[in-house]
């Protein structure tokens, strides 16, 4: 079955980076696009970042662009999310997602907190 495991979120203080990784397993996982989501309390999940299949196209949310950056590594089934000059607003439970594999799948998410 589809398995989607985050990993790498903690506590860390503004301006500060984390890099969060999302193992994925239980289908072709080169050939999905794969996507970070984020759901703060109170809010909404919203679309942080996207990439394709290849790793060629990359596209951010507003609020994360020049500072967050996402990638894959085809051959370990991984996708992973660099966090750098974090700020408070960045605070969220983060979710990785493969949006176009049946209805979505999703994983269980892992918490960031940016506070000093």
């Known amino acids: 079955q589809v398995q989607l495991v985050e990993s790498g979120g903690g506590l860390v203080q503004p301006g500060g980076s984390l890099r969060l990784s999302c193992a994925a397993s239980?289908?072709?996982?080169?050939?999905?696009?794969m996507s970070w989501y984020r759901q703060a309390p109170g809010k909404e999940r919203e679309l942080v970042a996207h990439i394709t299949s290849t790793g060629g196209t990359t596209k951010y949310a507003d609020s994360v662009k020049g500072r967050f950056t996402i990638s894959r590594d085809n051959a370990k089934n991984q996708v992973y999310l660099q966090m750098n000059s974090l700020k408070p607003e960045d605070t969220a439970v983060y979710y990785c997602?493969?949006?176009?594999?049946?209805?979505?799948?999703w994983g269980q998410g892992t918490q960031v907190t940016v506070s000093s």
């Open positions: 239980g289908f072709t996982f080169r050939i999905y696009s």
């Open positions: 997602k493969v949006p176009n594999l049946g209805s979505g799948y």
